[in-house]
């Protein structure tokens, strides 16, 4: 079954408004064979963004429309492993006590893609031989990896 990715425009909503309206595509979700498998909230930005398991996107949609009206204004297909890769999740966390996990544990959403172009690099290598250059490469990662990602989190 195709996987979608749906983005609502909720600004003035809380992070346990956004997790009580989860709460309920998923109490009814049986209903119309879809299977919601997450949610990325970012309060600043008044966004939700929706995992969810459909036959088709009207269906996703319709999901929202009953169980408590907050209707997507944008759904795209996607690959679970391409969300997989740049969301680095793709089940709900841990839900504590109610309300509801708070927005920074569900994490916002939005993802910057840095792209670095090491400007002749086949030249170096020859000129350097692979070991250096390969230390080159590993150099110029410890230099920009703080920007790009946060300690520890691997490269997928």
């Given at each position: 079954m195709p996987i979608f990715m749906d983005r609502h425009e909720l600004a003035g909503t809380s992070a346990a408004d956004i997790a009580e309206a989860?709460?309920?595509?998923?109490?009814?979700?049986?209903?119309y064979g879809v299977k919601f498998l997450t949610y990325w909230f970012d309060q600043?930005?008044?966004?939700?963004?929706?995992l969810v398991e459909a036959p088709d996107m009207e269906t996703a949609q319709c999901v929202?429309?009953?169980a408590h009206g907050f209707i997507a204004?944008?759904?795209?297909?996607?690959?679970?492993?391409?969300v997989e890769a740049f969301l680095g999740r793709i089940h709900?966390?841990?839900?504590g006590p109610a309300p509801g996990p708070s927005s920074s544990d569900m994490g916002a959403g939005h993802r910057a893609i840095l792209f670095t172009d090491i400007v002749d690099s086949t030249?170096?290598?020859?000129?350097?031989g692979d070991r250096m250059a390969t230390e080159m490469v590993r150099a110029h990662d410890?230099?920009?990896?703080?920007?790009?990602?946060?300690r520890g989190q691997?490269?997928?």
């Open positions: 989860h709460r309920k595509d998923v109490a009814i979700q049986d209903q600043r930005r008044g966004t939700t963004f929706c929202h429309r009953e204004t944008e759904i795209v297909e996607v690959a679970l492993s391409a709900d966390p841990e839900l030249a170096m290598t020859s000129r350097l410890a230099i920009v990896q703080p920007i790009g990602r946060p691997a490269y997928r």
